[in-house]
């Protein structure tokens, strides 16, 4: 029933991990044609330390990737003619083979799942998958895209639905929609261009957690806090990176990460209301440097929170990179989200990390030398007491608007800062029964 | 047989009502008003146009019905405005005797006056009156006539009332699209005081009221001479909105029940008193409270004479009022207002009636057309002016003509 399963996957998996520096242990899993292709151009010398896993229903793309573990998942329904774009097949035919899923993932501290939503396989697997990797004991991180609105509605509800059982599962989610990437490229990219310009994008983001969590920590970010980060955020989380080389590179490299076109001019900088930021560089790295672009960071970003890691990497000679997650969270107020979540969204086998809650709680404290830095916000504004909402916005309360009746279309009287249209026994809060 | 000289026209586009008065003066300046003519008010909210083609049409309706009453055709009107847009405020303006004597001549008085009207106002703003109050020479104030004395320097405090030009144009351009001539644009609450204070009531100090539709106009005499003068865009038609809102029924319900059941202050009959409604068939189909009627209209009423008494407070001209307040306008009908009005300003309250003029008796004791009896009123006194029958110092001077002209 699961011919092509490679059941020395949980073996394989670890064997890589243990050869490799002190870390966590990491897999890839890329599922997919989408996720197949992403990983594709994941194979860098640099992740050789995690195991590539690769997921699909069909049998033909598994065959052309290079990654070391291919599991093809495949039942009687499908009839190799692989999920044809239904999630719920993929979803079905993932079921099924959970315990293989399962024991794909163990062994591994931190599983990334990298797949393109709104498909079959990426939108059906990829939830299941997450479970998975929790019942497995793994942190997973999901690295999506979301299909062009030009692919159809059909394709986007499919993706959304996948997104938000990712969010429900996954311990954070950052994901590109795709239509953004017209901002970015010229006119006349050509499609198959165009694809790898968004897988590239996912895997620049795969590479910027990858060194954030990996390379030595000069302020160490620690997996929880980007959880922290992205978990019930992740609708919106938007994902840039940079990197600068030469003496200037600290003023280079901020300006590069704050024209980077999926931050909108650093408009979504202002909206976000939770901003990481990791540096790594050189054994150079200068605390100047380091001071330079956060501060340049802090004053785009309005009243996020914002935690910042750097780390040396002794390959980056004389390199600066830089890599920026923001998250938004969505318009509905949630004051209780980062408390209320760890014990909300992830099911009960899923190790809520442990750090997540005290960290919060000490927002407002020194940070500690070491340990991961959050940099206060503007000193207004109160990261705890304040609507996790963007900007200060004016708003009405609901109680407040009463209609006018047959003043609502004309010009309101105003006599010191009072509608005079608005009948006096409301105004005056007397209340008629 | 009239010598259309003779006639004057005062009309008021309101917003509850559009009404024309007709008035007749005699060779010795007697004033009488001979005609009448209303009509229902569909174009206008707050005192200004919002449907021109409505406005005309109602405007039809009024004229028509004064011209047959009094059996006149009536070729110009004084055209009463108002609205929110209209403000009041003193202003001075001064001017040094240069002649070798320093004797104020004529020439000096009419540049003094010119520089207070030289004033600041709004791009778009234009002067409806410039009202001389006081002259005052080197110093010494309360000269009403300073032509012949000795002095260095001239002063004057006017009081200009200026508003939108363009919402002004609006019922001018409109009136005239009846192929009817305006001769004067006259402020609301001016017009309302000329016909309701005596001379002595404008020596004592007064403040009246004029509660219309859609604005409340509120005018300040004292020593003779207009104070302060001022607009407040809620009237009637929000003590109406409010009970349609409050009570929760259809806006012209409530205008009836404004009418039948409306009171300024909650009486002991109001309270524990119910009012059923019925529908065309005769049955009932809700019941209101009429404490809540009543203390809805109450609130709205008392809130527009607070801000009227505040605005008096403001300018410091509460205490010139030794004549008290007069009342006028389709709200001063209200049951209970003088009352309240005396509550709120702890002062002598009474309703107006139009003085020293004859002829229709019923017309001048209708509180509505305060208004349009003194757009007359201002017409007689302009054309007795300028027929140079009478001398008499009208101090009000019509600035709107450059406003005519275009």
């Known amino acids: 029933m699961n011919p092509q399963a490679d059941p020395s996957a949980p073996g394989a998996a670890s064997s890589p991990s243990s050869s490799g520096p002190s870390g966590p242990v990491v897999k890839i899993i890329g599922v997919g044609n989408a996720g197949i292709a992403m990983l594709g151009m994941l194979n860098h010398t640099e992740f050789s330390s995690a195991a590539m896993v690769v997921i699909n229903t069909e049998a033909g793309a598994l065959t052309s990737s290079s990654a070391p573990v291919k599991i093809h998942l495949e039942n009687k329904l499908l009839r190799g003619l692989g999920s044809g774009g239904d999630p719920d097949r993929g979803r079905a035919v993932a079921e099924e083979q959970f315990s293989t899923l399962k024991a794909a993932c163990e062994g591994a501290n931190i599983v990334f799942i990298v797949t393109g939503l709104g498909g079959g396989a990426g939108s059906g697997i990829s939830p299941v998958l997450a479970r998975a990797a929790h019942e497995a004991g793994a942190l997973v991180l999901a690295f999506v895209t979301l299909p062009f609105h030009c692919e159809g509605n059909r394709r986007e509800s499919q993706a959304q639905k996948s997104l938000e059982q990712l969010k429900k599962l996954a311990d954070g989610v950052i994901c590109l ?59 919106e989380s938007l994902f840039a990176f940079a990197e600068a080389t030469g003496p200037g590179r600290a003023r280079e490299v901020v300006e590069t990460i704050l024209a980077h076109p999926l931050l909108d001019d650093g408009r979504a900088l202002a909206e976000s209301t939770a901003v990481l930021v990791s540096l790594v560089a050189g054994q150079d790295l200068s605390m100047a440097e380091i001071n330079r672009v956060m501060e340049q960071i802090k004053r785009q970003c309005g009243r996020a929170k914002i935690l910042m890691g750097a780390a040396l990497d002794p390959a980056l000679e004389n390199t600066l990179c830089v890599t920026l997650i923001a998250a938004r969270q969505e318009s509905r107020a949630e004051p209780a989200a980062a408390d209320a979540v760890p014990a909300a969204s992830s099911s009960s086998a899923a190790p809520a990390p442990t750090s997540v809650k005290p960290r919060f709680e000490m927002s407002e404290e020194i940070p500690l030398a070491g340990g991961p830095r959050e940099v206060p916000p503007a000193p207004v504004s109160r990261p705890r007491k304040g609507i996790p909402g963007n900007k200060p916005v004016q708003t009405q309360l609901p109680l407040t608007i009463v209609s006018k009746g047959r003043f609502d279309k004309s010009e309101p009287t105003k006599h010191n800062g009072e509608d005079l249209d608005i009948p006096t026994f409301i105004r005056r809060g007397i209340v008629m029964n | 047989m009239f010598d259309d000289t003779n006639i004057i026209a005062g009309l008021e586009i309101g917003t509850s009502k559009i009404c024309v008065v007709v008035g007749e003066q005699s060779p010795e300046g007697v004033l009488n008003i001979i005609g009448l003519g209303q009509s229902r008010s569909r174009g206008v909210r707050k005192s200004e146009v919002i449907d021109p083609a409505q406005v005309e049409e109602d405007l039809r309706v009024a004229m028509a019905e004064a011209e047959q009453m009094a059996d006149v055709e009536i070729r110009s009107v004084y055209l009463g405005v108002s609205g929110g847009h209209i403000r009041g405020f003193n202003n001075r303006g001064v001017h040094p005797v240069v002649s070798a004597d320093r004797e104020i001549t004529t020439e000096d008085v009419e540049d003094v006056v010119k520089n207070a009207k030289a004033i600041n106002l709004p791009a778009e703003n234009t002067v409806v009156h410039a009202v001389r109050q006081h002259f005052f020479v080197d110093g010494q104030e309360g000269v009403t006539n300073p032509v012949g004395m000795l002095g260095a320097r001239l002063g004057v405090d006017m009081h200009v009332i200026h508003g939108n030009a363009n919402r002004l144009q609006n019922a001018i351009r409109l009136v005239r699209a009846t192929s009817l001539e305006v001769d004067d644009v006259v402020f609301n609450g001016i017009a309302a005081s000329l016909s309701l204070l005596t001379n002595e009531q404008k020596e004592l100090g007064a403040l009246v009221i004029d509660l219309g539709g859609g604005t409340t106009e509120y005018v300040v005499h004292a020593n003779g001479i207009i104070r302060h003068s001022g607009v407040l865009a809620v009237g009637g038609d929000h003590v109406s909105n409010d009970l349609a809102y409050g009570l929760k029924v259809p806006l012209s319900r409530a205008e009836k029940l404004k009418v039948e059941y409306g009171a300024a202050l909650v009486t002991d009959a109001g309270k524990g008193e119910t009012i059923s409604l019925t529908n065309e068939m005769g049955l009932e189909f809700k019941r209101l409270n009429r404490e809540h009627l009543q203390c809805i209209m109450s609130l709205r009423l008392r809130e527009i004479f607070e801000l009227i008494a505040l605005d008096l407070e403001r300018v410091g001209l509460v205490g010139y009022l030794r004549s008290g307040v007069v009342l006028c306008g389709g709200g001063s009908r209200v049951p209970g207002l003088v009352k309240l009005a005396e509550e709120v300003f702890q002062m002598n309250v009474s309703a107006g009636h139009a003085s020293g003029i004859s002829g229709l008796t019923t017309a001048l004791d209708q509180p509505e057309f305060a208004a349009a009896i003194g757009l007359v009123k201002f017409g007689s006194l302009k054309t007795r002016r300028r027929s140079g029958r009478s001398f008499l110092p009208t101090r009000i001077k019509g600035a709107i003509e450059k406003l005519l002209q275009r």
Not at chain 1, 209 to 218: E, N
């Open chain 1, 177 to 235: 929609p795709s239509q953004r990437i017209f901002k970015i490229i010229e006119e006349n990219t050509g499609a198959r261009e165009t694809f790898r310009v968004i897988d590239g994008f996912l895997v620049q983001a795969v590479h910027g957690v990858w060194q954030l969590l990996t390379c030595p920590g000069l302020i160490q970010v620690h997996f929880g806090d980007l959880c922290d980060l992205l978990r019930d955020r992740h609708a």
